[in-house]
């Protein structure tokens, strides 16, 4: 039974920054993309930013440059560094990871950006 844990989630003024962690269960699991995604209240989830195993990324056209996704393959997490943060940004960002033929979901931190 594969876990993803997060962490990293919190309240935030516009204009700041955090950093999202999402840590997979078990010393020893083949790992292939990693992505984040977010839902905001009464909007549909959307991806934000994929990673594959050898470091390609892809970003969301909403992130414009202000955030980053990075890996650790050796401790099976992915993150999510967020600059310049807008109120828009505003959602549950939940974790995803295909792991040997399945894709698992993280249990999702609330991101809350506002004055």
């Known amino acids: 039974q594969v876990q993803l844990v997060e962490s990293g989630g919190g309240l935030v003024q516009p204009g700041g920054s955090l950093r999202l962690s999402c840590a997979a269960s078990g010393s020893s699991i083949g790992v292939y993309a990693m992505e984040w995604h977010r839902q905001a209240p009464g909007k549909q989830r959307e991806l934000v930013a994929s990673?594959?195993?050898?470091?390609?990324?892809n970003y969301a056209d909403f992130v414009k440059g202000r955030f980053t996704i990075s890996r650790d393959n050796a401790k099976n997490t992915v993150y999510l560094q967020m600059n310049n943060l807008k109120p828009e940004d505003t959602a549950v960002y939940y974790c995803?990871?295909?792991?040997?033929?399945?894709?698992?979901w993280g249990q999702g931190t609330q991101v809350t950006v506002s004055s």
């Open positions: 995803w990871m295909f792991i040997i033929f399945q894709g698992y």
């Open positions: 990673i594959s195993r050898g470091d390609s990324t």
